[in-house]
Structure formats: structure tokens, C-alpha cells
């Protein structure tokens, strides 16, 4: 028997855009109910950094950094391939608006240093990203702290979170924390099943979800806001997408982000984009066949399956991704490294892993010489010694003559400064780790306007339904700004869609 529920507002996820959507719909009055598939909230959002892509604000401000939506509008317009400009102007209008209202509702926000990913007019030195301030566990309401998924290393291992809460935990906690007091409701272990119409079918009214005791349908007479991730957990719609990389080395939470959602909204006719195709990493493949969100490269150099180099080791994870699945032979790629940091990854990987339990399952390989090195991997020999050989004297000279390597700020951001993204790979034993093509999420899906309303084909708005997050396609098409950009462009038009549907 299937009951019924009734509420103003459906919020569908309960990621970074689908937490500030469903807050600011609580503190407009609004009955509002968050609906998480999983038993936990927060989904990659909590696994994430925390930093939000969001131009323009007083946190800018304070910090005495050259940041402005003029600045940001020239950055973007710079780096976006056929931007839609309506949905840019909406974005970058009310950035700011937003940060002062979550700030005045109680969510402090500092800037953080970070370099942005493209070197363009408009960019900031050092970054316009801004994150939200560390909480501890036990200021939080109980409800939230048991309910907020930890950080992406202890998950994976079925560990709990932190005593203090850091980057995307501080950002889920502080907005469910806000939300439970304007009296929002969260409801877990409830996946969607479908999208429901009116009576005529002209406009969403609800969602069907399914309990543990039966189908339950919730009715929501304002709107429904789809925000719950998009589509990486899914093989088959990851192929019919022509998206890279496999569910297993995706950084979304085991388990979720299979599109469900998405596809309740194209059964109702909603149009969709799938050309920024997903949001890429390179993955320290792991002995249980997943990856790492790996960034931060301090020495060492990648090399594909011939053992040749073929990208600036130090860009910008995502575009290094996109290199990495321009060929097929790049995937995996080996990671060659020295011993100058006592065999450690000389990176930044989440999760890194035990160095033992890689080489153990082979992920990793460890030889006293780099001939050795390439038969342990199956690389061939005379190429890879080259590759290193031709490194090394690059390092040498201190200029990458080949990909420019230290040239950019993101090059030295993790290195030190300028001159130090250089560092000859000479010291043995050496190593080998393998690496792989992974996702922060997959970045297509449904077609929504400025105001954050899901179109049909003949872009018309379907009314009662809106999307964010990595429910929908990104307004940044196939590029990644700067550090917080997913966070920062879900946070929007899941407000702007709240705006909406409040008129």
C-alpha cells in the first residue's frame, strides 16, 4: 500500500547544492523535506575540499584579494567554450548575493588560497575560492553528526568521522545544522523511483520513493529540486554517454550516483546536455581496483604505455584527466618516482593507501634500477629509460621544454614556488604506481534555464521541476574554472530554483 506525504518542497540529494537549496527553502517558510538515497548525507560534497567556486563576495573582500564579478566574467568568458551567456550572468549575479545570505544565516566562510586552473585574463593570483570554517562533532545537532559522511579515506574503510569537521564535512554539517533549525526535514535510506505528475500532466508534483516497507509517494506543492549527483555510479549510462573511466574508479561514494533521477526526469520529457561529459582526475589506482583523487604532483614523472611522457605532470587535475583520456594507451599510465621522500606517493592522493599493501598487489612497483623498473611494469625498457633520462636533464636545465612544467602558478602551488616543479627522478630504489582515469562526477544532465527550471526539448520550462548539482548539465560545459567550481555553480541555481518557486 503506498502512503502519502505532503510537503512544499522536495529536495532530491543531499550534496552541497542540494542542502543550500533545501536551507533556504526552510528559512523561507516552506515545509521542506531533503530525500537521501543512502543512510548517510553529503555524498562527494563530503568528500571534497569544501571549497565554492563563488566570485565576487564580501569574503573576497575581506581578505584584501583582487577578486570581482568583472574579473570573474572576463575569466570565464575567456576560458568557456560557447558559454550559455544567460545562464553565466545569472550565475555570476547572484554569487555573491548568496554568500551574504548564508553568512547572515549563520555559515562563516574564509578565502582560501588555492591557484585557479587556467591561466587567463581575469584569474586571481592565488585563487577566489573561499571554503566554510572548520565546526567540531560536538556543537552540531545529534542528528547531523551521526548522519554526515566522512571524509572519503575513512568511509572507504568504514571508519567514522573526525571530531573536528573540515572542508565538505564543515559545508554539509553547517547547512543540515541550519536547515534542522529552520525546521527542514531529512530523510534517509530513500531512494527515488520516479518523478509524479498533476492530474493533468502539465507539472511535477512529487517524487515516488521507495521505504524498506513499501512505496511512498511525497507531494510537494511548490517544486521538486533534483540535486542528487550525476550518473557515474551507472556502467551502462557512463557507455551510452561516451563517459571515461569505470564506476570502480570514480570518486562518488560507493554505491550511489546512478542516475535515477535524472532518468524519472527524461521520462517526463525533460531534455538533456551530456557534452561536458564528467569532471576528471587522475586515480592512484588501489589494491582493490578503485582510485584516488590524486593532485599535487612535488617530483616523479607519468608516462603512457609506450613509457613516454605526455603531459605536464603538474596541471590542473582535470585537465590532466581530459590528457589522459585523449588516447587509450594512457590509461592506466605508469607514475615513475624516486625514493627522495623515503618511498611515499610524492603527491597528494585521498586515499593514499599502505605503500606495502600496493606493492604487495602489484599497484605499485619497486626496483633498484629503472631497467628493473620496466620490466616489473611491462613498459618497454629503452623508452622509459629515455623518458627519465630526458626528465632528469630537463630538471637539470630547470625549464620543461617539452609540456612547460613549473611554468604556471597551479604548477608550484604544491611544490614550493616558483623553480622547485622540477626535481630530477635519480635517487633509487625507485617506483612505479599505476594510475587510472577517475571522476569527482559525471558533469551532463538535465537542461535547466537561469532560474534553475528543468526545459523540455523545445526548452520550455517543465513546471514543479528543477535541478542542480550534477543532476543537471554544468553551466560550465566542458571546463573546470578553479578549485570549488562544482560546489560553487550547484550552491547557485539550487538557490536561484528556491527563488523561483517561492514566486
Keep these: 500500500m503506498t502512503t502519502t506525504d505532503e510537503y512544499d518542497v522536495i529536495v532530491v540529494g543531499s550534496g552541497g547544492g542540494a542542502m543550500t537549496g533545501a536551507l533556504l527553502a526552510a528559512r523561507a517558510g516552506l515545509r521542506t523535506v531533503v530525500v537521501e538515497k543512502t543512510e548517510l548525507i553529503g555524498g562527494t560534497s563530503a568528500y571534497s575540499g569544501g571549497a565554492c567556486w563563488l566570485p565576487g563576495s564580501e569574503v573576497q573582500q575581506r581578505a584584501g584579494i583582487a577578486d570581482s564579478t568583472d574579473g570573474a566574467r572576463s575569466y570565464l568568458g575567456a576560458i568557456l567554450e560557447s558559454p550559455d551567456g544567460t545562464r553565466i550572468e545569472a550565475f555570476l549575479a547572484h554569487a555573491p548575493e548568496l554568500v551574504a545570505e548564508l553568512e547572515a544565516a549563520g555559515l562563516p566562510f574564509e578565502w582560501l588560497p588555492f591557484a585557479e586552473y587556467y591561466d587567463a585574463p581575469g584569474r586571481v593570483p592565488m585563487g577566489r575560492s573561499i571554503q566554510p570554517l572548520n565546526v567540531k562533532r560536538a556543537e552540531l545537532p545529534a542528528e547531523v553528526a551521526a548522519l554526515v559522511r566522512p571524509p572519503v579515506e575513512r568511509d572507504r574503510a568504514g571508519e567514522g568521522g573526525r571530531s573536528t569537521l573540515s572542508g565538505g564535512q564543515a559545508l554539509i554539517a553547517r547547512l543540515a545544522t541550519l536547515y534542522v533549525e529552520a525546521g527542514g526535514e531529512l530523510r534517509t535510506n530513500l531512494p527515488v523511483t520516479g518523478l509524479v505528475l498533476s492530474d493533468s500532466g502539465d507539472r511535477v508534483v512529487g517524487v515516488a520513493a521507495m521505504t524498506p516497507e513499501g512505496p511512498v509517494t511525497l507531494d510537494a506543492s511548490r517544486g521538486v529540486l533534483v540535486a542528487a549527483g550525476g550518473f557515474e555510479g551507472n556502467a551502462s549510462l557512463r557507455a ?264
Excluded at 398 to 419: L, N, S
Excluded at 477 to 484: C, E, N, R
Design 240 to 503: 551510452e554517454h561516451g563517459v571515461p573511466g569505470q564506476v570502480a574508479w570514480t570518486m562518488a561514494p560507493r554505491e550511489t550516483n546512478t542516475g535515477e533521477p535524472i532518468e524519472a526526469a527524461v521520462a517526463i520529457g525533460a531534455a538533456t546536455d551530456f557534452s561536458g561529459v564528467g569532471w576528471f582526475c587522475p586515480g592512484l589506482e588501489q589494491p582493490d581496483g578503485g582510485g584516488s583523487f590524486t593532485l599535487g604532483f612535488r617530483s616523479g614523472l607519468m608516462v603512457d604505455a609506450t613509457g613516454r611522457r605526455y603531459a605536464n605532470e603538474c596541471l590542473p587535475y582535470d585537465r590532466f584527466g581530459r590528457e589522459m583520456a585523449a588516447s587509450a594507451d594512457r590509461i592506466p599510465s605508469w607514475f615513475v618516482f624516486d625514493s627522495r621522500e623515503g618511498g611515499r606517493l610524492p603527491a597528494i592522493a585521498m586515499p593514499e593507501g599502505d605503500p606495502a599493501e600496493h606493492l604487495a598487489a602489484g599497484t605499485w612497483v619497486r626496483a633498484e634500477s629503472i631497467e628493473e623498473l620496466a620490466a616489473a611494469t611491462g613498459l618497454p625498457a629503452d623508452a622509459l629509460a629515455e623518458s627519465v633520462e630526458r626528465f632528469n636533464v630537463l630538471c637539470e636545465k630547470g625549464v620543461d621544454e617539452d609540456f612547460g612544467r613549473g611554468e604556471d602558478e597551479y604548477d608550484t602551488f604544491f611544490t614550493g614556488g616558483p623553480g622547485t616543479a622540477l626535481t630530477p627522478c635519480d635517487q633509487p630504489p625507485y617506483y612505479a604506481a599505476r594510475f587510472v582515469l577517475s571522476d569527482l562526477g559525471t558533469k551532463g544532465g538535465l537542461v535547466t534555464d537561469a532560474a534553475g527550471r528543468v526545459l523540455r526539448e523545445d526548452a520550455s520550462p517543465i513546471p514543479g521541476l528543477y535541478a542542480s548539482s550534477n543532476s543537471a548539465a554544468s553551466v560550465f560545459g566542458g571546463v573546470y574554472p578553479g578549485p570549488g567550481a562544482p560546489l560553487g555553480s550547484a550552491m547557485v541555481f539550487a538557490s536561484l530554483a528556491v527563488r523561483d518557486l517561492l514566486t
